[in-house]
Each structure stands twice: as structure tokens, then as C-alpha cells.
């Protein structure tokens, strides 16, 4: 039985199958799993205009978020390339929207479709600006 971690990042590379990627070529997968254990996959939407692709991570969120769940307990994430994929800067702001600093963020191995890395938004987006920011005026 694989724990969460080793299945998040199964269902990540398993999503990432579906990427629409023909411009860049470049596949993502991600897969989000709310407070509940509940898991969302997502992967990356490319467009001729290409300022409107959406990135699986974004994709992924978007679907948590739609289905009623309000937090992201863990992330797993792989990219089709040979360097591990982090998430890109826009992804990490939404990450630290719906995120806890420390919720895990699963960095995989397309090949073995196993977790390589382990890392949260603390460590990706220090100094954050967040929703407490306002909250707390
Ligand atoms: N991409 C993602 O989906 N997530 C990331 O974190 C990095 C980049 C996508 C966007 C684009 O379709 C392709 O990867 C190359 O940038």
C-alpha cells in the first residue's frame, strides 16, 4: 500500500499524461490533497496565446477550490523535464493562499514517479505577503 505521499505523486505523474503542452512541450502534473484527504489532479493548459496557460498546479487548485474544500494539506508536483519542476512564481502565491506554511510540497521523478524532494511554501516564498496581511490591518 503506497502511503499519501507516494500516491499523490502517482496520481500527479498519472494526470500528467493529459498536459496540453504543444508549444512548450514541457508536461506538468500536480495533485492537491484538501484537509479532508480528499486529492484534485491537475496538469498544465497551454494556449496559442500564450500568456494564458494554465499551470497544472493552478489547475489542480482550482478544482479543490470548486469542490467546497477551503484548505491544501499537500502538494505533490512533476514536470516532464529531467530537473525536478518547482512550482513557478505565480503557483506559489496561490499555494500560499490556501496552504499552511508547512504543508508538505511533494517535488517527484517522472521515471520513478516517486518523491524526490520535500519542501513548502515557507521555504519557496519567503516573506510572503498573505491573506492574514489583510486580517490583521
Ligand atoms: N508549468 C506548470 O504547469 N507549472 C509550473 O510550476 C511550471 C511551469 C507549465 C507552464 C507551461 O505550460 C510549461 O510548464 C512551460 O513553462
Known amino acids: 500500500m503506497p502511503n499519501t505521499a507516494e500516491l499523490m505523486a502517482q496520481k500527479a505523474c498519472e494526470v500528467m499524461q493529459y498536459a496540453y503542452a504543444p508549444y512548450s512541450k514541457y508536461r506538468v502534473g500536480a495533485c492537491v490533497q484538501a484537509e479532508d484527504g480528499t486529492m484534485f489532479v ?8 500564450y500568456g494564458l496557460t494554465i499551470c497544472a498546479e493552478r489547475s489542480a487548485i482550482t478544482s479543490l477550490i470548486s ?22 512564481g505565480a503557483c ?13 510540497i511533494y ?9 524526490v524532494e520535500t519542501t513548502n511554501i515557507k521555504n519557496l516564498l519567503p516573506l510572503s505577503f498573505g491573506p492574514e496581511h489583510l486580517e490583521n490591518k
Open 92 to 104: 506559489r502565491q496561490i499555494i500560499r493562499e490556501f496552504a499552511a506554511q508547512d504543508a508538505p
Open 42 to 49: 491537475g496538469c498544465n493548459v497551454e494556449n496559442i496565446s
Open 107 to 115: 517535488l517527484c521523478d517522472p521515471l520513478t514517479k516517486k518523491v
Open 67 to 88: 469542490a467546497g474544500k477551503k484548505k491544501i494539506k499537500a502538494i505533490a508536483i512533476v514536470g516532464s523535464g529531467s530537473e525536478l519542476c518547482t512550482p513557478c
